[in-house]
C-alpha cells in the first residue's frame, strides 16, 4: 500500500511539473523540415542603423519562433544552388531620417532571382515593433502562403502582489497593457465583438459575474451573473514560462488569424497595419 501511495504522488508531481510550460509550439511539428532563409544584417544610414538592428533582431525572433524556417546570417551564394530549390533571401533597410524614417523589405528567391514580395513601411520609434511583426508575416506569407502569428495579440489574466489585471500584449509578451485591475480574482478572458472587447469573470461583488471591457471606450460593464460557477480556486490554472517578459500566471488568448495552442483557446481578429 505503501508503495502504492508513492507510486501516486510522482506521478501526480510529473504531471503538475508538465504543466508548467504552456508557451505555444512552434506553427509546425518538430519532424517538418525547415525551409532555408538567408537574412543579411539589415542596413540603416548613419544614426538609422541602430534602430534597423533593432528592428532586424525582432524580424529574426519572430521568425524563429515559427519553426518554418533554417535561418542563416550571412550572404547566400546562389552560384551552385539548383533550380527549383527551395531557398529566399529576406532584406531589410531603414531610409530617411529620424525624423520621416521609412522601412523596405523584400523576399528573394535565391535560385532563380525572382523578386517574391516586398513592403514599405512609414515608421516611428514607438512602430518598430509593430512594424517589425508586420513584415515577419508577410515573410511567412510570401514564403508559405499562410499567415503569419507575430502581428497577433494576446489576452491574460495575472496576480501582481494583491491585485489581479487584465492585460492585453503582443503576441510575445511585450508591450502589456492592462485593460483591468482590481482586488479579486480575474478569470476567462474571450475576444467577443470581432475583437474590439473582451468578456471576462470576475468576483467583484463576492459572486462570480460576467463582464464586458469594450477596448475602445475603456468601460466595462455586467453581462449578469454566472449559472453554476463555484468559486475561483476550482478552476485549475496553468503557469506560462518564456525567456522573456511573459507573466508567470494566465489564461492567454490570441486575437490572430489562425488557430494556436496554449493554455486556453485562440481567437481569430482583423489586425490593423501599419501604414505602408
Sequence with gaps: MKWCLIAVLMMVAGAAHAQTDVWPDPV???????LPLWLPRFSGAGALQSKAQRLEQIVLQDLEFTGLFSIQRDEPEPAGMKPGT???VV???????????SFE?????????DFMGGKKYRVT????????????????RLVTGNTGIASTELVYTRRVGDKWEMVISDYDGYNPRPLVRQTVPLLSPRWVDGNKAVVYTTFRDGKADIY???IAQGKSASFGPVVGAIG?????????????????RRDALRRGPRPGRACG????????????
Design 28 to 34: 509546425v511539428k518538430q519532424e517538418a523540415t525547415p
Design 86 to 88: 527551395n531557398a529566399v
Design 91 to 101: 532584406r531589410g533597410k531603414l531610409v530617411g531620417d529620424a525624423a520621416n524614417m
Design 105 to 113: 523589405g523584400t523576399v528573394t528567391d535565391i535560385a532563380s532571382g
Design 125 to 140: 520609434d514607438a512602430e518598430i515593433r509593430k512594424v517589425a511583426h508586420h513584415f515577419a508575416d508577410e515573410v511567412v
Design 212 to 214: 464586458i471591457r469594450n
Design 232 to 248: 475561483p480556486r476550482s478552476r485549475k490554472r496553468s503557469r506560462a514560462t518564456s525567456k522573456r517578459r511573459m507573466p508567470d
Design 265 to 276: 483557446a485562440w481567437l481569430s481578429h482583423s489586425r490593423k497595419a501599419p501604414a505602408t
